[in-house]
């Protein structure tokens, strides 16, 4: 009767350490993602980041990399994308996403001044010598260039609130990394 008695009792020990192992293995396993969403569409994510360095950003699929508010995407080919990601004030950040703008105007463009057609895309930003703007062929401001840290500041003469942008010039390409507003995803 004894030596039944262990033999059930082993069991039930084997089996509650068993089950103990598995809740701490699954318990361990849990990843935790952050889901960002646009601020003028803040349902529908559009920037996922999972504590395992797995990232979806536009439904493409990453790792990743955050260091010193610099997020870096690294497709299964090897091709890399980095973006500021930067706090602006709580729960709110700011993503800095490249487009890349050609000079339309006859020569080599004068620095800034001048019109630029997005690539492969239908944005634009013209810069006067005067100090003013257009952006998307509607939106009016004037401009203030910081070359030594490669930024513009727009500030606009509607709605729209002043935004940095950061730049870089080569040849007829202009290269700006504008910043996207992103709050975490409403459920």
């Known amino acids: 009767m004894v030596s039944e008695m262990?033999?059930?009792?082993?069991?039930?020990?084997?089996?509650?350490?068993?089950?103990?192992?598995?809740?701490?293995?699954?318990g361990c396993s849990k990843v935790v993602t952050e889901e960002w969403a646009y601020i003028h569409d803040p349902k529908v994510t559009v920037l996922s980041l999972s504590d395992n360095g797995k990232a979806?950003?536009?439904?493409?699929?990453?790792?990743?990399?955050?260091?010193?508010?610099?997020?870096?995407?690294t497709d299964k080919d090897g091709n890399v994308t980095?973006?500021?990601?930067?706090?602006?004030g709580?729960?709110?950040?700011?993503?800095?996403?490249?487009?890349?703008?050609?000079?339309?105007?006859?020569?080599s463009p004068d620095g800034l001044i001048g019109l630029w057609q997005e690539v492969n895309g239908n944005l634009s930003f013209e810069f006067t010598e005067n100090g003013t703007?257009?952006?998307?062929?509607?939106s009016p401001g004037?401009?203030?260039?910081?070359?030594?840290?490669?930024?513009?500041k727009l500030v606009y003469n509607?709605?729209?609130?002043?935004?940095?942008?950061?730049?870089?010039?080569?040849?007829?390409?202009?290269?700006?990394?504008?910043?996207?507003?992103?709050v975490p995803t409403e459920k």
């Open 56 to 73: 979806v950003f536009e439904d493409n699929k990453y790792s990743y990399t955050l260091e010193n508010d610099v997020l870096t995407l």
């Open 90 to 107: 709580e729960n709110k950040k700011l993503l800095y996403e490249t487009a890349v703008y050609e000079y339309q105007g006859e020569g």
């Open 158 to 182: 509607d709605h729209y609130p002043d935004t940095y942008i950061y730049y870089s010039i080569d040849g007829n390409i202009l290269t700006v990394d504008y910043p996207w507003p992103v």
């Open 82 to 88: 980095s973006m500021r990601f930067i706090p602006d």
């Open 6 to 26: 262990n033999k059930k009792t082993y069991r039930i020990v084997l089996l509650s350490l068993m089950v103990t192992v598995f809740m701490m293995i699954a």
């Open 133 to 138: 703007f257009r952006e998307d062929y509607y």
């Open 142 to 152: 004037y401009y203030f260039m910081d070359e030594e840290n490669g930024m513009i």
